[in-house]
């Protein structure tokens, strides 16, 4: 219900809220369509957005209209696009274990605290959707699994609280080093309620956020948004230059700039405007709100580590991974949220050694990629991370 309702408000109204029924043709829409994909929106986005447009208009028919505009014709384009989302999931970027430690720790320098770290750990080593980690609450953390119950779900700037994706409500098996590294943020984390109930209040059919405990949260208090934290950390991390900006503050793409005198990976500098081929000599920009660069600063900057990889990209690299270390399909499935279809769904079970096997592998994982990251330097400007290695040196 709360997607057709944002289908509806951010997408249907704008382009067609103030627009007489009889008025709207199939060409129109088919346009429509085309240009949500344009702006940014993947195909399946706006093909649900178009479907949720078909099943409003039908109930004006007959009384108000006669045919469906937005309805397509029986199978056309359906094969079309079973084909595109093929080509575009083996497109997708995913993470191996060592970049997705990596882009971990460069998003908690960049953001300057641990919690970018160990949120983007537990999705990398969980496989959760988004919206299931920054709504995830404290008490769904045990020693041994961590239960998916909830989601946050971001609709015109506010959050709402439902149950995962289809109802993919499930349980994750925890490898002992994210047990630990989730307890260790929670006991230092300062403030496990968000600041949704003095922003929003109530009065509102849908479950809005009104102020629940959750183990990931933003700068004081308030939950990560998507785009925002696409643009000020995720890109910047994986690859290695801030996105250029619109709007009334435009910005052009800048390579993201840190001084490594201190622990890797640097700590960052307000960036400089790239470096124009071509021209031999870099003069560093000056004047007026540029701080000047001490002399003991050694700054560089940062090269891509995975252009174009997003959080989900690090539920595609678990699920990958899981196929490489020969985690059984069934137990895929279920940990990813997925139903197993057919027969198959009806005789395939979990079993312990399934379970067991599983953890194994991911501290494996954990592990070397750690090993890996201590030859690149052995301390980190993470508190986490430089712990962990620490830890891991004198093991």
């Given amino acids: 219900m709360n997607n057709y309702r944002y289908m509806i408000e951010v997408h249907i109204l704008p382009t067609f809220g103030d627009r007489a029924l009889a008025s709207l043709s199939t060409e129109e829409i088919a346009l429509w369509e085309m240009n949500l994909v344009a702006s940014g929106l993947t195909r399946r986005t706006a093909h649900d957005a178009r479907s949720t447009l078909t099943t409003v208009l039908a109930d004006a028919i007959p009384r108000y209209i006669k045919v469906n505009p937005a309805a397509r014709r029986r199978g056309k384009g359906r094969k079309g696009l079973r084909r595109i989302e093929r080509i575009e999931k083996k497109r ?3 993470a191996t274990p060592l970049q997705a430690l990596l882009i971990a720790e ?3 320098t960049l953001s300057g605290t641990s919690t970018d ?4 750990v537990t999705v990398a080593y ?9 709504g995830l609450p404290p008490d769904c953390i045990r020693s041994d699994a961590l239960d998916i119950h909830w989601k946050l779900y971001e609709l015109n700037g506010r959050f709402y609280r439902g149950r995962p994706k289809d109802g993919s409500m499930r349980t994750a098996d925890l490898p002992p080093f994210l047990y630990e590294l989730l307890t260790d943020h929670l006991s230092v984390a300062q403030g496990r309620s968000c600041t949704c109930r003095s922003q929003h209040g109530g009065g509102s059919d849908i479950e809005w956020c009104t102020g629940s405990e959750y183990v990931f949260l933003g700068p004081h208090g308030g939950h990560f948004r998507r785009s925002n934290y696409s643009e000020r950390v995720m890109r910047p991390a994986a ?12 910005r052009p793409m800048a390579p993201v700039l840190v001084d490594v005198a201190g622990p890797w990976p640097g700590r960052p500098l307000p960036p400089w405007p790239s470096a124009t081929p071509g021209v031999a000599a870099y003069v560093p920009p000056t ?4 701080p000047r660069l001490g002399e003991d600063t050694r700054p560089v900057s940062w090269l891509p580590l995975l252009h174009g990889l997003s959080p989900h990209g690090l539920r595609h690299g678990h699920q990958t ?5 020969g985690t059984s399909y069934v137990l895929q499935s279920e940990r990813m949220g997925h139903e197993v279809p057919g027969m198959r769904g009806v005789y395939s079970h979990v079993s312990k050694p399934m379970r067991a096997g599983l953890v194994t592998a991911l501290q494996a994982l954990w592990e070397e990629s750690l090993d890996e990251r201590a030859l690149i330097a052995p301390r980190s400007a993470v508190g986490a991370l430089d712990a962990l290695l620490l830890a891991r040196r004198g093991h």
Avoid: H, Q
């Fill in 92 to 94: 997708k970027v995913w």
């Fill in 106 to 108: 460069r998003a908690a």
């Fill in 117 to 120: 770290f160990v949120l983007l």
């Fill in 126 to 134: 969980t496989g959760m959707r988004w919206s299931e980690a920054i």
């Fill in 239 to 250: 690859d290695g230059w801030y996105p250029a900006r619109k709007g009334g503050s435009p």
């Fill in 287 to 290: 004047g007026r709100g540029r």
């Fill in 321 to 325: 991974w899981m196929d490489e270390v």
